[in-house]
């Protein structure tokens, strides 16, 4: 069957998505088209420019609206600056606030370290993580990092880097699963590995 070109293109251009086959491509396709509300229209609208409304914290690098020179957590002055959680990406951080069970500040490291990627620590926020603990107001690093080869990896390097800083560096427990990402877990596996986290040092 030959579809009209409007809709092959929209079929294609959810394919392009992550974990979006040729099947759910067209499912998503037809239900926008059969959709009797301005559902297609608001997605539309929320496409639009959307990534130019939106920046980087200049603090965290976490995701934040653009024309902000801070993100909501570190303009925040009730959560606690002294303790930093490093994270991969910024969907980790909106999967720890769920938990409700931090209240210190984030850094986003914008991916992992990675050498057959060719990804090192000039490829991603790790030099202004060392600048915010060179001012001496961190007293706890948590290295909430994914629980993989990478994450590990990731980890290791920066508790090594962070040795003789006079702070205390933390991993989350082993609450999560190996090779899962943070994005995946649920509340509660989370909450525990934020309590049963440990030293590295």
Do not use: W
Not at 140 to 167: C, F, H, K
Request: hydrophobic share 40%.
């Amino acid at each position: 069957m030959i579809l009209p070109a409007p809709l092959q293109d929209l079929i294609n251009a959810f394919e392009r998505l992550p974990g979006i086959g040729p099947k759910s491509a067209s499912r998503l396709a037809f239900y926008l088209l059969r959709a009797q509300d301005n559902l297609g229209q608001d997605l539309a609208d929320a496409l639009d420019g959307f990534k130019d409304k939106l920046a980087f914290c200049s603090e965290c690098f976490n995701i934040t609206t653009a024309g902000r020179e801070l993100c909501e957590i570190c303009d925040d002055s009730r959560r606690d600056a002294s303790i930093i959680c490093v994270v991969e990406d910024a969907l980790d951080v909106l999967s720890l606030e769920r938990t409700a069970g931090y209240q210190g500040r984030y850094h986003v490291l914008h991916g992992a370290l990675s050498p057959i990627e060719g990804i090192g620590p000039d490829d991603l926020k790790i030099r202004p993580l060392f600048d915010r603990v060179a001012r001496g107001d961190v007293r706890e690093v948590i290295l909430a990092t994914n629980p993989s080869m990478e994450g590990d990896a990731t980890a290791l390097y920066l508790s090594q880097r962070l040795v003789g800083e006079n702070l205390r560096v933390t991993r989350l427990a082993r609450g999560l699963p190996v090779g899962g990402d943070l994005e995946y877990a649920d509340q509660n596996t989370l909450l525990r590995a934020l309590s049963g986290r440990q030293d590295m040092n």
